[in-house]
């Protein structure tokens, strides 16, 4: 193998993966592996990132959810993601619902990374959301989110603010938790076949 030092994940990283997510060691290393065969610098640029999520929706047109799911993980805003931060955003854009999910779900609307969600930003991650549904499904919404605009409107009533306002985190945590519904409109599942 030669140069070991990159080719080891280091102890620190795993011991904290492990605690922060679902994955097992075998699982994360396995990753790792994968990880510097793509990624020899080390780091995913937003390409790339593209490229790997839109893999996991292969009828839909993922590029602009992936673009959103790729800010509000680059935590350090220096525009590419370490192992570290590519794995967290598996393992939350892939788990239950979890109080982390959500805060990671708020920093997903916070679109301009302000702290506050306004009903433009809902409305920007709306369309995001509805273009990872296959066209075949969009026909089978309810009449009331059958359009990113109606999606939007639907989720931002939850939480009982006027269209000019701002929904903290704590708001916005509270209001998904309170209601399935809300639960399901801030994300997207694939139907199980």
């Known amino acids: 193998m030669g140069n070991t030092t990159s080719s080891a994940i280091s102890k620190e990283i795993l011991e904290d993966l492990k605690l922060s997510t679902k994955f097992t060691e075998t699982e994360i290393c396995q990753w790792y592996e994968n990880f510097q065969k793509q990624c020899p610098t080390g780091r995913i640029t937003p390409e790339e990132f593209e490229e790997i999520y839109t893999r996991f929706f292969p009828e839909a047109d993922a590029k602009g959810y992936a673009r959103h799911v790729f800010r509000s993980f680059d935590t350090n805003d220096d525009g590419t993601l370490d192992f570290k931060e590519y794995i967290i955003a598996l393992h939350m854009t892939s788990t239950g619902k979890t109080t982390r999910k959500l805060e990671w779900a708020f920093s997903l609307f916070d ?5 506050y969600i306004s009903k ?4 920007e991650i709306c369309q995001a959301i509805f273009k990872l549904i296959p066209p075949e499904e ?4 309810p009449e009331d ?3 990113p605009e ?3 409107n639907k989720l931002w009533a939850f ?7 701002r929904l903290a985190e704590g708001e916005f945590i509270k209001g998904v938790i309170e209601n399935e519904t809300a639960m399901r409109l801030i994300h997207y599942e694939p139907l199980k076949h």
């Open 111 to 115: 679109v301009d990374k302000n702290g």
């Open 150 to 152: 109606k999606r939007a």
């Open 145 to 147: 989110e059958n359009t």
């Open 120 to 123: 433009t930003e809902v409305k």
């Open 159 to 165: 939480f009982d603010k006027k269209d000019n306002e």
């Open 138 to 141: 969009q026909k089978k919404l």
